[in-house]
Structure formats: C-alpha cells, structure tokens
C-alpha cells in the first residue's frame, strides 16, 4: 500500500511531551467551536490525529503555543474536506465561502466586525485572533497571504475536478505549493516558537529554495500515502497520478521515480543549509536575523520528517472513501 512507503528522511524525528494534553485539548475546542457535534465527527476528528502532526511538526511547542498549531491545522482539515464533493456546493457558493472565511483573517484586526454564522468562520476567527496577537504587521500580512493560497487553491482544485483534467508537472507543482498549506503551517511554527524570520530573510533564493523542497516534500507525501483515498474519489490532483501519465508508467516505476526525487531534494536541502550562513552574510543580515533562519530551518526539518512519520500512520488515509459520500458534514 502506498500509505507504508518510508521516505528515510535523514532528519531527527522528535515529538513533543505534551502530545497527549494536546489531543484532549484539541478535541475540546473543536467541540467549543461547533467543529464536532456528533460522535462522528469526534471519532474523525481522533482518526486524523492533528496533535500527533503537529507534535512531531513542532516537536519543542508545548502548551498554548501547541495548541494553537493543532487548532489550526484541524480548522484547515475540516475546511478542505468541504470541497471534496463538488456536487455539494456550487461555484458561487465556493467563492463566497472563500471570501466569508478570508473576511475573518484580516491582517491588523485581531477579531473581525462581522463573521458568518456557520461555525468553520468562527473557528478560523478565534485561530487568526491567536496568530494576530503579539505579531508583527509584516508576520500577519505574510501568514493571511499564504492562508488565502490555501483556501483558494482548493476552491479552485473543487472547481475543476469533475472534468478530471490531468495536469502537467508545471501546472501541479505551484498549485501544489499554495494548496498544500506548508507555507502557512512553517508560520504557525514560527508562532508556536515565539519568533519571526525577517522579511529580508524571507526574499534570500536559498531559504525560498528551503521552503519549497519543505513544501513540494509535504504535498509529495500527501499525495503518495493518500493515493488509495484520492482514487477512489476520482480525484485526478495527486502527483503519483501525475508521473504516471507524464512518463506514460505504471504504478511502481512512478513511486520509484517520486522517491529518487525526495532523495534528490534532502541532499539538494543539505548543501543549501551548509551555505546558508555565508548566504546570510552576503545579504547583510543581522545576528537576530541569521538566528531566525537557523531556527526556521531546523522547523523545515522536523515539518518534513514528522509529516512524513504522521502520514504513514493517520487513519485520515487509511480507508478508501466511495465517491459521493461526504467526507465532513457540511459547516460552511
């Protein structure tokens, strides 16, 4: 099964010891939070195992700055599981779910004036007053930026997937990048650890280059352990897919071509990390600067390898879903 392939990360897999009072809390703010009113919903919201996710993600966070990345992230999961079923909404209703949830992660406002009944927007509204609090104008517009690549790249993905078009490389790969979440998750671990790359930081090639291996791993990822559920769904947007028709191949020579590419990107990822300090220097960074991307970077490492150990493990991949059936009841 696609799910069992181990990726051998030459990274350090490390979980945080508050794995356990995050689950608890985590299930309890979903409950608060109208994210989980059946025991359905309870039992999928256990099976997905977010804290687990992001214990190993942010394997240092504990407490608060935990449970933040955990309600987040489950606040995501719910919101993409919305769009599985394109019958269930149309294209004007999509759009307008879109811009309801953005309308209530505006950078500079800590809590919105107006937010939608349904009970997803008040969740993401309670996560963005978290995030907003305490960070800088330029952290809050850069995480609202990545967020809305989020949203709507998965509008658009639930748009277009009844025509079952196959996409090319070039095509995939950047929607991958912005419906793939990474971008916005690498914030909440900055958030998690109470620290901010600069944005100078952020425009150096060599951290960009960083982050997209972090991000194209991830989705990569994703896309091979979740292949059985995406088929059986008719989902044509998993890069497995992808490599078969591109190469014109079958199954096992394009998962052997997809980890020949991982192996290429960790030793791509290494040589940039044993540069990076000169890359600082040339661009004129500060000592607080330089410190925040060491950070950043180890952050790249353990979301890469504890994606990597969560998703071979998550029973959210686990079982095949027919096509039709909702995957979350509908809270838009």
């Known amino acids: 099964m696609p799910q069992d392939i181990d990726f051998h990360l030459p990274f350090e897999l490390r979980t945080s010891p508050d794995i356990e009072g995050a689950r608890a809390r985590s299930l309890i703010w979903a409950r608060q939070q109208g994210l989980a009113t059946s025991p359905l919903d309870e039992r999928r919201i256990h099976q997905w195992d977010i804290a687990k996710l992001m214990a190993e993600w942010v394997p240092s966070a504990v407490g608060p700055g935990l449970d933040l990345t955990v309600d987040a992230v489950v606040a995501c999961t719910v919101y993409d599981d919305q769009f599985d079923d394109r019958r269930r909404h149309s294209a004007e209703e999509l759009d307008r779910a879109v811009a309801d949830v953005l309308g209530v992660m505006r950078p500079g406002e800590t809590w919105p004036e107006r937010i939608p009944e349904a009970p997803l927007y008040r969740a993401f509204a309670h996560v963005w007053s978290r995030l907003a609090s305490g960070a800088t104008p330029d952290w809050q517009r850069r995480t609202a930026r990545h967020f809305r690549w989020f949203m709507e790249a998965g509008a658009e993905e639930s748009r277009d997937r009844p025509a079952r078009k196959m996409l090319g490389t070039e095509q995939f790969v950047p929607l991958r990048r912005r419906s ?84 290429d990107w960790c030793r791509e990822f290494a040589g940039i990390e044993q540069r990076l300090l000169g890359a600082c220097r040339a661009h004129d960074l500060t000592g607080d600067e330089t410190e925040a991307v060491l950070r950043f970077c180890d952050c790249m490492r353990s979301a890469m390898v504890g994606y990597d150990d969560w998703s071979r493990s998550t029973q959210r991949y686990a079982r095949p879903v027919p096509p039709g059936e909702p995957a979350y009841s509908s809270l838009l």
Do not use: W
């Open 180 to 263: 793939g979440l990474v971008y916005a998750m690498m914030d909440l671990s900055e958030k998690a650890y109470g620290f901010e790359t600069s944005a100078r930081a952020r425009e150096m090639p060599e951290l960009c280059r960083m982050l997209d291996i972090t991000s194209d791993f991830v989705t990569t990822a994703n896309d091979v352990h979740s292949l059985e559920k995406e088929e059986s769904r008719g989902d044509p947007y998993n890069y497995v897919l992808v490599v078969e028709h591109e190469l014109d191949c079958g199954r096992r020579e394009a998962l052997r071509t997809i980890t020949d590419q991982v192996g």
